[in-house]
């Protein structure tokens, strides 16, 4: 979730959507009502896209500096592993000491594993590391269409799949198949974004949306009421990822169209900057909104997590500045970002 900054323009509104993304995701783990969970469904691919963009121009500069992919991969793994692994330690260290509780075996190597069969929230970590992962790969291949036909022959093969529910309940198969192939074809729009030209994106929303409305009729014929795109999340499938491209396109076009002062806002810089352990923060301050038993109103639930997590990251990030004054110490960077 680490932002790369620059004085052109695309970068901050891309930093602007990135902040729009984590502020989703937060918003989709209290008890809001049913039709802005379902709106704000785009969250999750908005921040693969986005991040997968970002991605481009890190690895482009690894590239320029003669380095290897494998050193592009150890970097970015150890920026969004090593971090959630320090914060899952804290995380089952309070629960521990306020509880005395354990869970199983089992549960602690899924979380450290980073599926959502532990703790939960930590899949999305894994999300971007599988996109780090695929970037050497589609650097390697670029827009060939030799390589496009591939990604779309893969993913219809991947859709067949879901729809016939082959290996859902083998904990290993969901957490890399039918994660990496969905994912990975959002990592590729994202880290292609700079390259399209105005036709092809063109293109991507007229179907992406015409997907999605065909998809929800279908959706509701067979269910008998309106369904959020949610429903194909789990694994991720057409309905959800049409949904997730139709929608994280349109904000890129709006964004780079339209230059606001809000993307240059020092708020919204700090949070995409910061957007990693923000969101790390969060689980624990849901976790003790629950506990306290606080006003269950959506709204004041969804405030107090966010500034909260806000808070404690910037408090930790003043005690880190304070500490460096003295010595720099390289491991706690892993505190910041």
Same mark, same amino acid.
């Given at each position: 979730?680490?932002?790369?900054?620059?004085?052109?323009? +695309?970068?901050?509104?891309?930093?602007?959507?990135?902040?729009?993304?984590?502020?989703?995701?937060? &918003?989709?783990?209290?008890?809001? !009502? /049913?039709?802005?969970?379902?709106?704000?469904? &785009?969250?999750?691919?908005?921040?693969?896209?986005?991040?997968?963009?970002?991605? @481009?121009?890190? $690895?482009?500069?690894?590239?320029?500096?003669?380095?290897? !992919?494998?050193?592009?991969?150890? +970097?970015?793994?150890?920026?969004?592993?090593?971090?959630?692994?320090?914060?899952?330690?804290? $995380?089952?260290?309070?629960?521990?000491?306020?509880?005395?509780?354990?869970?199983?075996?089992?549960?602690?190597?899924?979380?450290?594993?980073?599926?959502?069969? /532990?703790?939960? #929230?930590?899949?999305?970590?894994?999300? #971007?590391? $599988?996109?780090?992962?695929?970037?050497?790969?589609? %650097?390697?291949?670029? =827009?060939?269409?030799?390589?496009?036909?591939?990604?779309?022959?893969?993913?219809?093969?991947?859709?067949?799949?879901?729809?016939?529910?082959? /290996?859902?309940?083998?904990? *290993?198969?969901?957490?890399?198949?039918?994660?990496?192939?969905?994912?990975?074809? =959002?990592?590729?729009?994202?880290? %292609?974004?700079?390259?399209?030209?105005?036709?092809?994106?063109?293109?991507? =929303?007229?179907?992406? &949306?015409?997907?999605?409305?065909?998809?929800?009729?279908?959706?509701?014929?067979? +269910?008998? @009421?309106?369904?959020?795109?949610?429903?194909?999340?789990? !694994?991720?499938?057409?309905?959800?990822?049409?949904? /997730?491209?139709?929608?994280?396109? *349109?904000?890129?076009? &709006?964004?780079?169209? $339209? %230059?606001?002062?809000? #993307?240059?806002?020092k708020l919204v810089n700090y949070i995409s900057r910061?957007?990693?352990?923000?969101?790390?923060? +969060?689980?624990?301050?849901?976790?003790? #909104?629950?506990?306290?038993? *606080?006003?269950?109103?959506?709204?004041?639930?969804?405030?107090?997590?966010?500034?909260?997590?806000?808070?404690?990251?910037?408090?930790?990030?003043?005690?880190?500045?304070?500490?460096?004054?003295?010595?720099?110490?390289?491991?706690?960077?892993?505190?910041?970002?």
């Amino acid at each position: 979730m680490n932002s790369i900054h620059s004085k052109k323009q +695309h970068i901050y509104y891309i930093d602007f959507l990135k902040f729009i993304g984590l502020v989703l995701i937060i &918003f989709a783990h209290i008890n809001a !009502p /049913g039709w802005a969970l379902a709106i704000r469904t &785009f969250d999750v691919p908005l921040m693969v896209i986005v991040s997968s963009f970002l991605a @481009s121009k890190s $690895y482009a500069k690894y590239e320029n500096q003669g380095k290897f !992919p494998i050193q592009y991969l150890i +970097h970015r793994i150890k920026r969004l592993a090593v971090p959630t692994w320090i914060f899952l330690l804290l $995380y089952f260290s309070l629960h521990f000491l306020f509880t005395k509780e354990l869970f199983s075996l089992k549960y602690y190597i899924s979380s450290f594993c980073l599926t959502r069969y /532990g703790i939960g #929230y930590v899949w999305v970590i894994l999300i #971007y590391i $599988y996109s780090a992962i695929l970037i050497p790969l589609f %650097n390697k291949f670029k =827009l060939s269409s030799k390589f496009i036909i591939s990604i779309l022959a893969i993913y219809i093969l991947y859709e067949t799949t879901c729809f016939l529910k082959l /290996g859902e309940n083998n904990i *290993l198969i969901d957490t890399i198949f039918y994660y990496i192939i969905p994912y990975g074809c =959002l990592t590729f729009l994202g880290y %292609n974004y700079d390259s399209f030209s105005k036709k092809v994106i063109h293109i991507l =929303l007229i179907t992406s &949306f015409a997907l999605f409305i065909i998809l929800a009729f279908i959706m509701w014929y067979i +269910h008998g @009421s309106p369904q959020s795109p949610s429903i194909a999340k789990y !694994p991720p499938q057409l309905y959800y990822l049409s949904y /997730g491209i139709f929608v994280s396109f *349109l904000l890129l076009q &709006f964004c780079k169209r $339209y %230059n606001l002062k809000i #993307y240059k806002s020092k708020l919204v810089n700090y949070i995409s900057r910061h957007s990693l352990w923000i969101y790390l923060w +969060h689980i624990i301050t849901l976790k003790l #909104y629950k506990i306290l038993n *606080l006003p269950q109103i959506w709204y004041i639930e969804f405030v107090i997590i966010l500034v909260s997590s806000l808070f404690i990251t910037f408090v930790v990030n003043k005690l880190l500045d304070l500490i460096e004054k003295k010595r720099k110490y390289t491991f706690l960077s892993y505190l910041r970002g």
